[in-house]
Structure formats: structure tokens, C-alpha cells
């Protein structure tokens, strides 16, 4: 069975950045694109971004484009979103997910739990 866990969320000042890391157990990250999605106050789940098995692709919502980076270490097995520019609109339980097919569109097969994000102003 494939679990994913998120961390690294937490309470920034706007302007400031922030890195989250997600990885699975049970079957390693290196077997999946990932993806990241977040859920503001109020709003549905969105899509962030997302990058494929190896890393050479990534793909980003226009609304993080320029501020958030998506990578990943393998060896490690984990994958990053490094955030920056935060703003309060970026306050949001931000979500990983697993697909097991290589691609940026997912469907994604397995999610994490989420990890809260808080920006002040």
C-alpha cells in the first residue's frame, strides 16, 4: 500500500518563502509523477503543480508561475515545492499526490493527508 506524506508547512510572513517535501513509503516517489495541489479557505482543491518521473518536466498553475518550483530527488525520495513571494491568497492546506502513470495531468492514485500553510501579512 503507498502512503504520502507531506511536511514542512507552516507560518511565514508574506514576502518569504517556504519549502515543502513529500514522500511516499511503500513503493518509492521514483515510480510516479507527483503532483501538488492546495485548498484555500472556502475555495476547492487546485492544482499547483506537478513534475514528472524523472524531473526533466514540471508544470505550474498561473497563479504560482515564477514564485514556486517543484523538483525532486530520487535517491532521496522526496519532492519539493520551494515557495516563494508568499502572499495571503497562498495560505492553504497544500496537498502531494501520486500517479502512476508518467505524465503532468495525473489522474493521481494515491494523496497525502496536506500540510497547512499560513501566511500573515
Known amino acids: 500500500q503507498v502512503h504520502v506524506v507531506e511536511t514542512g508547512g507552516g507560518l511565514v510572513q508574506a514576502g518569504g518563502s517556504l519549502k515543502l517535501s513529500c514522500a511516499t513509503s511503500g513503493r518509492t516517489s521514483a515510480n510516479f509523477a507527483m503532483g501538488w495541489f492546495r485548498q484555500r479557505p472556502g475555495k476547492v482543491r487546485e492544482f499547483i503543480a506537478a513534475?514528472?518521473?524523472?524531473?526533466?518536466?514540471?508544470h505550474y498553475a498561473d497563479s504560482v508561475k515564477g514564485r514556486f518550483t517543484v523538483s525532486r530527488d530520487n535517491a532521496r525520495n522526496t519532492v519539493y515545492l520551494q515557495m516563494s513571494n508568499l502572499t495571503s491568497e497562498d495560505t492553504a492546506l497544500y496537498y502531494c499526490?501520486?500517479?502512476?502513470?508518467?505524465?503532468?495531468?495525473?489522474?493521481?492514485?494515491?494523496w497525502g493527508q496536506g500540510t497547512q500553510v499560513t501566511v500573515s501579512s
Open positions: 499526490a501520486a500517479d502512476d502513470m508518467d505524465g503532468l495531468a495525473g489522474p493521481y492514485d494515491y
Open positions: 513534475i514528472t518521473r524523472s524531473g526533466d518536466n514540471a
